[in-house]
C-alpha cells in the first residue's frame, strides 16, 4: 500500500499536468490531430481544412440555390460573395450554373492550396509539423496584425 502512496504522487503529478497541457491546445488544434500526438502534420492540417471546406460548401451552396432547383444559376448569385470567392470559376461543366458538388470540389480545392501555403508559414523550424507552440505563435501574431479571418476564409487562414 506505502508504494502506492509513494507512486500515487507523481503518477497524479503527471497526469495532471497533461491535462494542463491539453486545456492549452486550441479545440481546432486537438480535432485537426488525428494521430493524437499533440503536432499536426501537413496532411492532417490539409485533411481538417478539406473536411471544414466541404461542409462549408454545402453550407453555401443551399444559400444560393434560392429556387431548391439543385443548381445555382448565375442569377440567384447576384449580390452574393460568389465573384469573390472565385466561384465564377467552380462550373466545370460550362453549363452556365453550378452544383452543389462543383461548389464543394471548388472549395475544397482552394482550401488544399491555401492550407498548403499556411501550414509551410506556421511550420517555423520547418520540421513537417506544426507544434501547439507555433500554432500559438501564429494566432498571436495575427492578432497583432489585426486581422479578423472572413467567413469564407477562416479555416485556411487562422491558425490552428
Same mark, same amino acid.
Given at each position: ?26 479545440? #481546432? ?22 473536411? #471544414?471546406?466541404?461542409? &462549408? ?16 444559376? /448565375?442569377?440567384?448569385?447576384?449580390? /452574393? ?32 492550396? &491555401?492550407?498548403?501555403? #499556411? ?27 489585426? /486581422? ?13
Amino acid at each position: 500500500m506505502k508504494l502506492i502512496k509513494i507512486f500515487g504522487l507523481p503518477l497524479a503529478f503527471f497526469i495532471c499536468m497533461g491535462a494542463v497541457q491539453a486545456k492549452e491546445l486550441s479545440p #481546432r488544434f486537438v480535432v485537426a490531430d488525428a494521430n493524437k500526438d499533440e503536432k499536426l502534420s501537413k496532411d492532417e492540417v490539409v485533411a481538417f481544412v478539406v473536411n #471544414r471546406a466541404e461542409k &462549408r460548401g454545402e453550407e453555401l451552396f443551399q444559400k444560393l440555390d434560392a429556387n431548391n432547383d439543385s443548381s445555382v444559376t /448565375k442569377d440567384e448569385a447576384k449580390g /452574393k460573395k460568389m465573384q469573390k470567392m472565385g466561384l465564377i470559376n467552380a462550373d466545370t461543366s460550362n453549363d452556365g450554373k453550378l452544383s452543389k458538388d462543383e461548389v464543394v470540389a471548388f472549395l475544397e480545392k482552394k482550401a488544399e492550396e &491555401r492550407a498548403g501555403k #499556411r501550414f509551410l508559414q506556421v511550420d517555423k523550424n520547418a520540421d513537417g509539423f506544426v507544434t501547439p507552440e507555433e500554432a500559438k505563435q501564429a494566432k498571436q501574431k495575427e492578432k497583432e496584425k489585426g /486581422k479578423e479571418a472572413d467567413d469564407d476564409t477562416e479555416s485556411e487562414n487562422e491558425p490552428l
